[in-house]
C-alpha cells in the first residue's frame, strides 16, 4: 500500500472517530487560555512557551515500578495552522532529555487527535526518526489510552521501522479503569475531555446508564501497617520512633551495599517484587534485600514509601514557597531553602534531615554511581513535594528540582544550626532538631 494510500486510510479513519466522538457528544476543542491558566507556574520566559501553553505534555509521578511517568494529550492539539510541528517536536526532545537517563513511562492519550489536528504522517515518521537510542533505551513502557482503527493503520505504516523489542513495550488500554492497575490515579492529569470521552464510551458499550454506587469508607489501616499511613502513625507505633522502618532499612542497607551502584534509583524494579515486598512489609514481617540480589530494588522501596505517604514529606503547605525558589537571587537561594524548612513540622524536618543526608552521601560517589544531586533531585524532587489538588504542572518541575538539588547540594549548610554570614535568625526550633542524625 503506497504512502497516499495510507494518508487516505488514515483520514478515513479520523473521521470516523470525530463522528463518534460527536455522537458521545465529547468532541470539544481545548482553550488555550484554559490550559495555560491550570498551570500556573508557565511564564513567557519558558524557552517553548509557544507550545507548552497548550497543555499538550505533562510530567507526573511514577508508576507503580518507580518509573517517571510523561502523558501526551491528543485533544491538547490545536489546529494544525496554530502549532508549528517543529517546534512541538523540539519541545517532545527538551522534556525527554531531562528523564532519558532515568527509566521512564510514557502514555498517549489518543482521544481527541483530528483531521485538523493531526501532523502529517511524514513529520511522523521523521519524528520517530528523530527518537535514537537514547530516547528508546530506557523507555520501558508506552501506554496507548483509547486506541482506534486509525492506530492500526499507523503500526501499518511504521512496522518496517520499529523493532520487535521496542513493539513489546506498547500496551493498550480501552478505558481508563485499565491504565489506572499501572498508575497513580493522583498523580496522573487526565484532561477532564478524555474522562468524559471515557465515562460515555464506557456507558455506550455497557448498554446502560451508570449506576450510583457508593463508595466505601476506608478500611482503617493495619497496626503493622507501613505504606500509605502518615509519619505519626508511625511514630505511634514504633515506640516513638522519628524515622520510619522502611527508611532506616532501605537507608541502612544501601549505605552498606549501594553506593556504587551505576544508576542507583534510576532503574525500575520487578511490580511483582516490589508488591510482595511492601506486603510483608504492611503484615510486619521481615525483609532481608540479599535475598533478592538487586540494589535497585530497595531504592525502588525507599521512593515508593515517601510517594505513598498521605501528604508529601516536605508537606503541601510549603508547595508554594518552593516553587518560589527561582525568583530568589542565587546567592540567597540557600536561605530561603534554609527558612522554607523552618516552617516543616518537628518530625518532617527530622526525617528530611535523615533522606536528604544519605543522598548527600550518595551524591558523594557520583564519580562511581553516576548520581550527581542533580541526577538525584530529578528523582526525588516529585517524591518530596506534589500540591494538594491535581498533579504537578510540567513548569514546576523545574523550581521543585531545584530546591531538592540545592538540599542536596548544600545539606550541611541548609540543616546546620547557623551558618556564618547567614543573618537570618535561627530558631530554638531548628537548634533544637539539629543534634546528630537519629
Keep these: 500500500m503506497s504512502g497516499l494510500d495510507f494518508?487516505?486510510?488514515?483520514?478515513?479513519?479520523?473521521?470516523?472517530?470525530?463522528?463518534?466522538?460527536?455522537t458521545l457528544g465529547t468532541l470539544r476543542r481545548p482553550s488555550v487560555a484554559t490550559t495555560a491558566a491550570e498551570?500556573?507556574?508557565l511564564g513567557l520566559g519558558h524557552p517553548f512557551y509557544d507550545v507548552a501553553r497548550h497543555g499538550i505534555l505533562q510530567v507526573a509521578g511514577d508508576d507503580h515500578?518507580?518509573?517517571?511517568?510523561i502523558t501526551f494529550s491528543c485533544c491538547r492539539l490545536p489546529p494544525s495552522h496554530e502549532l508549528n510541528h517543529k517546534r512541538l517536536l523540539e519541545y517532545l526532545k527538551y522534556t525527554l532529555d531531562q528523564y532519558v537517563e532515568n527509566d521512564y513511562t510514557l502514555v498517549y492519550f489518543h482521544y481527541g487527535l483530528n483531521s485538523l489536528n493531526k501532523p502529517s504522517l511524514g513529520w511522523l515518521q521523521s519524528a520517530y526518526k528523530e527518537f535514537d537510542r537514547k530516547y528508546k533505551k530506557n523507555l520501558k513502557a508506552l501506554y496507548v489510552v483509547h486506541p482506534t482503527n486509525f492506530i492500526k493503520v499507523l503500526w501499518g505504516i511504521f512496522k518496517p521501522f520499529i523493532s520487535h523489542k521496542f513493539?513489546?513495550?506498547v500496551t493498550y488500554f480501552n478505558y481508563l479503569s485499565e491504565l489506572w492497575e499501572h498508575l497513580r490515579q493522583d498523580q496522573l492529569r487526565v484532561p477532564p475531555e478524555v474522562v468524559r470521552y471515557d465515562e460515555k464510551l464506557r456507558n455506550l458499550h455497557s448498554g446502560r446508564p451508570p449506576s450510583l454506587v457508593k463508595t466505601p469508607p476506608p478500611r482503617p489501616p493495619l497496626p503493622t501497617q507501613q505504606f500509605g499511613v502518615s509519619l505519626q502513625y508511625l511514630r505511634d507505633k514504633n515506640k516513638g520512633e522519628f524515622i520510619p522502618p522502611v527508611l532506616r532499612a532501605t537507608v541502612t542497607y544501601l549505605r552498606e551495599k549501594g553506593l556504587y551502584t551505576e544508576g542507583l534509583f534510576r532503574r525500575s524494579a520487578s511490580a511483582q517484587t516490589i508488591?510482595?515486598?511492601?506486603?510483608?512489609?504492611?503484615?510486619g514481617k521481615p525483609v532481608n534485600?540479599?535475598?533478592y540480589g538487586d540494589s535497585h530494588v530497595p531504592a525502588v522501596i525507599l521512593k515508593a514509601f515517601l510517594r505513598e505517604l498521605p501528604q508529601p514529606l516536605m508537606t503541601f503547605?510549603?508547595?508554594e514557597q518552593i516553587l518560589g525558589i527561582t525568583s530568589v537571587e542565587s546567592s540567597l537561594r540557600v536561605a530561603h531553602c534554609r527558612q522554607v524548612l523552618r516552617g516543616l513540622p518537628e518530625h518532617n524536618y527530622v526525617v528530611l534531615r535523615y533522606l536528604v543526608g544519605f543522598l548527600h552521601t550518595v551524591s558523594l560517589e557520583s564519580l562511581r554511581n553516576k548520581m550527581t544531586s542533580s541526577n538525584l533531585a530529578c528523582v526525588f524532587g516529585l517524591n518530596l513535594i506534589w500540591p494538594s489538588q491535581g498533579a504537578v504542572p510540567l513548569s514546576a518541575l523545574v523550581p521543585l528540582n531545584l530546591f531538592t538539588e540545592l538540599l542536596i547540594e548544600y545539606y550541611e549548610r541548609v540543616f546546620s544550626i547557623q551558618v556564618p554570614g547567614d543573618p537570618s535568625p535561627t530558631s530554638a526550633k531548628v537548634g533544637q532538631l539539629d543534634a546528630p542524625t537519629p
Design 65 to 69: 515500578f518507580g518509573r517517571r511517568v
Design 275 to 283: 508488591r510482595e515486598i511492601q506486603r510483608l512489609y504492611n503484615q
Design 289 to 291: 534485600f540479599d535475598d
Design 7 to 22: 494518508e487516505e486510510l488514515a483520514e478515513i479513519e479520523l473521521q470516523k472517530d470525530e463522528q463518534e466522538a460527536a
Design 39 to 41: 498551570d500556573q507556574a
Design 167 to 169: 513493539g513489546n513495550k
Design 317 to 319: 503547605e510549603a508547595y
